[in-house]
């Protein structure tokens, strides 16, 4: 439990390597049901440092959904959307990480360039929401890759299901059919807030989950 904790508060490597997606060899897996494209989520847990550093700079990413989380539409048009913005960053961001970049483990930014895999992930996020999807319709989630690798991925919430936008593939799944753990992700109501996708013993407090921006 100490070295998933360790994990879980901190994104440290780099994700460079694309592996071809492996077909759910088990029903369920960490609390999960592998047979549904939707994820469930648990209790209350605790942002990754790097987040949380990232809504001390970038407020208007960070705000609360004020508009409903009933799961977003899929339509053709926003399927394209998100094959389009995917395939777009990245196409444009070349693959570098955050201690080359900034001489630190973990930073979170906009790239222009060059980034790690969070940095693909909220800019993927801010083109979606400027086409028009809700906030609360795009996650931030953190897995454990193929590899056993800390890993940042997109999750588009929809109507069909939970999508994975990655940097370590340009196709688009649901998440079931992509061979991750998954750890945990952003609140479809409180960006700021981050909820467990694996059962915890010792559920936190939103009070708790909602204090880290003032550290």
Known sequence: MRLVNIFIGSLV????????????????MDGQNLNSSIMRTYSYTDAPGGHIDFCKTYKESCKSNQH????????????????QVNSYVNRK??????QELYGKLEHWTFPKTSGDCEDYVVLKRRLLMARGWPSGSLLITVVRDENG?????????TS????VLDNKRNAIRTWNQIPYRFYKRQSAL???????LMPQRTPRTISASRSFLNR
Do not use: E
Request: glycine share 6%; with cysteine; charged share 20%.
């Open 68 to 83: 409903t989380t009933k799961r977003l539409a899929m339509t053709g048009k926003r399927w394209k959307q998100l094959v």
């Open 13 to 28: 490597t780099l994700c460079l390597t694309a592996t071809p997606s492996v077909a759910a060899k088990h029903v369920w």
């Open 149 to 157: 690798d800390g890993h940042a991925i997109l999750t588009a919430r």
């Open 190 to 196: 409180n960006p700021t807030v981050w909820l467990s």
């Open 160 to 163: 069909k299901g939970d999508y």
């Open 93 to 98: 961001i070349k693959p570098v990480s955050d």
